[in-house]
């Protein structure tokens, strides 16, 4: 689909309202039907974001202006699918900031035209990371599910708030569907069960412990933090008292996943609050090869679990679910009244604004309903599995490899694989404080040049004693054997000689 | 432009791969070409989201989808601003649940078509709510702003994170071209000022409160907050220790602006923090002529602006801004080295997310930026001059009705507007008791019917000893004055019989 045709029919149905659309001078309608698609294009320098809708007659524009987005869009969809596009091209901030090739950042008293947008749209993308690329491996968000995708543009156009059913019926509807489909993979029994979506997995997080708190120390919520004991999340020697443990399951460098079942016996033997990160590792539940690897989660009184990583939901998408009915709206509630009106012609438990601290919320449900609808649980099941087969042939391929060595030996619990590259020269150099100053600098080496040759995208960093190392991860729908053997190259073709 | 188009230049130039497209059992190349646009359309229900991108070979067939799905879009849009369509098609949240003609929100284990999905969409929109219409003044954030749309398609196409600049080199630059802007306009020194953009205004006050908190109290980050007095945020009678006033510009009801000045006098002698929310107000400094109302708000030490609000940016949009550089850094920054490598080919000052308690950010900078470049400032406050002048039509016409009567005499502050409506038969009771509550009733009543009838939507609240009225509230660049003058007459036509 061209959509240079665009460009004709709105010429030839509308006979290009010269008000909206200013064509280059020419009045004379023939010359414009039969102008080429391209000049009707151009036609867009004259044309500004006061002529689109809701101006009079601003119909046919704002269609033709949207439709030139799209075309701009559609185009980097392919481009990011292409393995032999580079992933980004690397510029440096200051470079943006002085304006490159054009693109000018900086914001004016005076509009631009149409045309010019379209341009600026292009060089965004231009100038940006393409993170639906099948060698981008930088984050446990990755890939660009196209479902997914139209699901955002339509939230877009909808433009409403998870704040009240009045205002977004449909969206604080699916939000329960969801939630409730969710608690019931994590095993609790699904009319007890509650949660809301959150702007990310540190907000989730928060409202996991938020939560714990109140249900422990319910008096905070009318006469704060100074009617509390010197509270602490994990038990310490010092004697302070403990309300919750925060479990992990899978971490985000390692993948590791704590034994919950063991953390929940402890949990209840102390009576303790018991929230499992599995921001990560929570679409492994829809995994049945898998899941066992999450065995305890049904125990845990919160959990975070963001769908916008290992299940591939455009960023933002993150849900925080609580055993306990009602908690959440306890907790946060504050009952305005200029917010939440009471006498309304629904009910109201919908309005599921007051659930929260942030009142308004963006939508971020609608994108994970689609792909559910889209995928089935099955069609998630499949992409994960196979994340997991990735993993593990590239566990395996390092292992034999002279110059890798993994961080650790054992296979890998998760989509994470952790590792060293060694160049010729600190190959056969015992492990030592001046070898490993030399081996820290490797990893941001071959990296930087990655990002620059924007041939592959993929994260290091030191943790504890062990210095840069590699974690290569699976969450990306576009990623085959052949990217993960191309990466493998790579690394070192850009190490062998530092 | 119609997307039959597409339909057929997919089957023309691609003849139709059978593999992804399935077209209804026929293999007759002519018979396809000759197929009417109509069908190629249907041809979807046999396709699937494992065929799209990036499945092999399914580039046309995503384009395909994607091009239905804006249509879709495309359709709604065109009625959102037609003042001829219902604002919404309400109905319960249990119909939605139970299903209604076909929509059906539960999720399975099996994938669903695409042309299905086609039809989900088109449902999510039919029941839900046209924020865009111009009798839609229900809510602070209202109206669709067509560039602003284009930048969400766009930001969600890119669909990165405000985590780092190595994610996202351009939206993260672009928000620090952002941040300058706004700071400049507020009347900070712009080379000494930060911010961010945060998930909505209460998150923004947030951040706004712990900094203020940190940088009384920098001992709170190493050692929690039982090291700390008993603070508060007012300075109240008890005798505990003030170290924050928070000053509103523009409240939620009445459009009310705090007196910032006379605060910054009171901060500054007693060392208090100054924060304004102004989440509402904010976008008013965008006016030559109204921005008075905000003088005093240079000397604030952090400021709340929502541009999804007054500025019409599609949600969420909201900036916390703070007078002094470097404080959000240092009050929330954990340095997780495996989240934010220091050893990087760029300047690491561009890795903002280590300035918030999220970590990763939703991309909200992208619209806002284009829409910048479309109207230029001065677009911004031709719109915003508009609101005000809307503000006091409405406040003129009202106060000349006899069965409507203002919360406040005074003309509006800014764009809220707050009345009764008193149908015929309480008109001549004097104020008491018993009055109040029948008048209490009203506007829920007159409200609960405009939804049933999707003929406009304003908001209604008690406050304090006044029983609910309704708040006008103009932000909504598709209302015009005969949009005004209807919601007059609708009030008066669901009301005069209550």
């Known amino acids: 689909m061209d ?33 080429h698609a391209e000049n009707v294009m151009t036609n867009l320098s004259n044309a500004y974001a006061s002529d689109l809708l809701p101006s009079k007659e601003g119909e046919d524009l704002t269609k033709c202006f949207l439709l030139r987005v799209v075309n701009i869009l559609l185009h980097y969809i392919e481009k990011t699918f292409d393995d032999k596009s580079k992933i980004l091209d690397f510029h440096h901030p200051h470079q943006l900031l002085e304006g490159l090739d054009g693109f000018d950042l900086e914001l004016s008293d005076h509009p631009e035209s149409l045309e010019q947008l379209l341009v600026d749209c292009t060089d965004t993308l231009k100038y940006g990371v393409k993170t639906g690329h099948p060698r981008y491996f930088n984050q446990l968000s990755s ?48 009319t007890e069960a509650d949660g809301i979506f959150s ?6 997080n928060l409202y996991g412990i938020l939560v714990a708190r109140y249900k422990q120390y319910p008096e905070i919520k009318a006469r704060g933090m100074a009617v509390l004991p010197c509270i602490v999340l994990f038990v310490s020697e010092q004697g ?23 953390i929940a016996d402890i949990c209840e033997t102390h009576k303790l609050w018991m929230h499992v990160d599995a921001a990560w590792g929570g679409g492994l539940l ?5 899941s066992c690897k999450l065995s305890g989660i049904e125990r845990a009184d919160s959990v ?22 009602g908690l959440l709206g306890a907790c946060n509630q504050m009952q305005a009244e200029y917010l939440f009106q009471p006498d309304k012609v629904y009910n109201i438990n919908f309005d599921t604004g007051d659930k929260t601290i942030q009142c308004g919320r963006h939508v971020d449900v609608f994108k994970l309903w689609l792909m559910w609808k889209a995928k089935g649980t099955y069609g998630f099941e499949v992409q994960i599995d196979r994340y997991m087969e990735l993993a593990k042939y590239f566990y395996k391929v390092l292992k034999k490899k002279d110059n890798f060595k993994l961080v650790f030996d054992a296979e890998p619990e998760f989509t994470n694989v952790c590792f060293w590259y060694f160049p010729p020269r600190l190959k056969h150099i015992p492990k030592s404080f001046e070898r490993d100053q ?24 030191p943790c504890g004693d062990k210095v840069n190392f590699f974690r290569m991860v699976f969450s990306n729908p576009a990623t085959r054997q052949t990217d993960v053997d191309y990466l493998i ?3 070192q073709r850009l190490g062998k000689d530092l």
Request: with cysteine.
């Open 438 to 461: 030399e081996l820290q600098k490797i990893a941001p080496k071959i990296k930087a040049q990655m990002i620059v040759e924007g041939t592959a995208m993929l994260s290091y960093q």
């Open 143 to 190: 890939g660009l599910d196209v479902i997914g995708l139209a699901g955002e543009w339509l939230t877009a156009t909808a433009n409403t708030n998870m704040f009240t059913y009045e205002i977004a019926p449909v969206f604080t509807v699916m939000e329960t569907v969801l939630l409730k489909k969710m608690c019931g993979i994590i095993g609790w029994r699904e």
């Open 286 to 290: 829809l995994s049945r090869k898998h």
């Open 199 to 204: 702007p990310g997995g540190s907000i989730s």
């Open 3 to 35: 959509l240079k045709e665009c460009g004709y029919s709105l010429a030839n149905r509308k006979q290009m309202r010269k008000k909206s659309i200013h064509p280059c001078q020419s009045t004379d309608k023939d010359v414009i039907k039969e102008a």
């Open 240 to 262: 302070q008292t403990p309300f919750c443990v925060v479990a992990t399951a899978g971490s985000t460098v390692f993948g590791a996943f704590d034994p919950l079942h063991d």
């Open 489 to 491: 190259d790579e690394i």
């Open 304 to 325: 975070t679990w963001n769908p916008h990583k290992l299940m591939g939901v455009p960023l933002q998408c993150s849900a925080v679910l609580t055993r306990e009915k």
